[in-house]
């Protein structure tokens, strides 16, 4: 990015120079020789101010002066030129490729108003499509990292007091937390842009890593909001809900395969409003995954007390009880982390 500063100010401080120049070359004996120079090196607006500064006492003035027309004909041919070799760039979204062939262009005419107002555009869409690489990358590493849980978890389960085992099992847990960390960032700058399912998709993903507060809570206030203006929009009309029937059983499906169950505990509360009898299949469905849920939730957990992750087992028991809150096992073991953790503070201190 500084470089790209840079070399816009380069070409603007040239420009500056440019009519300096002209006032100097239009005073010389062998203007014609220059103007010559500059036409062949794409130089044409050097070549016309320095005409355009030409005293009409100039022994050459009449001459130069007629070639005006032919050098505004090839000034305008050149960055013609120049703007189909940069739109083939943009025809494979080479941005970075195509804001070079300006740049060299803007080298020898820095104050063309086309050759600027289209590098600016490529400048805007590389920076675009460089953040969205990212993203996509980011996202990726994330649901790989889902994809492998279990096997390293199955991993130590197997060879539960081998070191080498507990240290790749102690990385693969900074890793989570690593990447839930950076999917959290996506989210809240794709929220701030209006992105919504960027969002979801990258905050459902950091919470399933490593459950946490802060994408829970941008989460429940995303659908929040959805929620907000389905409910005025039901509101504003009784028959919208009706029509509302296939977003909700949309948004469930989505929810269910991001595995946002509270967030298809909301939805399906939002059918249940709509209509209880046709909301009662997916009731049923949405029970079952949390059982499943919290089962996994309750034996990671467990995993992790284990090894001494006292603080990250009490987060995912936590994160179970959000699924299911009365559930004794899930309270029981919760409480007897809190206890250790406080014993341990307390030992500490």
Known sequence: MMLKRLTLLALIAFSLVLSGCAQFYARQGNVDAQIDFWVENHQYDRALDTIAALEPEHEQYTELRQRTGVIEAKREQYIEETL???QQFEREQEWAEAVKVLD????????????RAQRQEYEERRLASVHESEQSILLARGRYLLAIRDSEENLLKANPDNFFAQQRYRRFQEDLKQVSRELYVVGKQSLYENDTPTAIQALSLSNRLAPNDLSQELLTSIQQAARADRTAAREEQAAVAERQWPVLESSFRQALQLNDLLGARRLVSEMKEINSDAAEPF???LQERIDREANALLERGRLLYGQGFLQEALEVWQEALQLKPDDPELQASAQRAETFLKNLDRWGD
């Open 84 to 86: 189909d070799e940069a």
């Open 104 to 115: 060299r262009a803007l080298f020898n005419l820095p104050e063309a108003p086309e050759l």
């Open 283 to 285: 009731d049923e469905q």
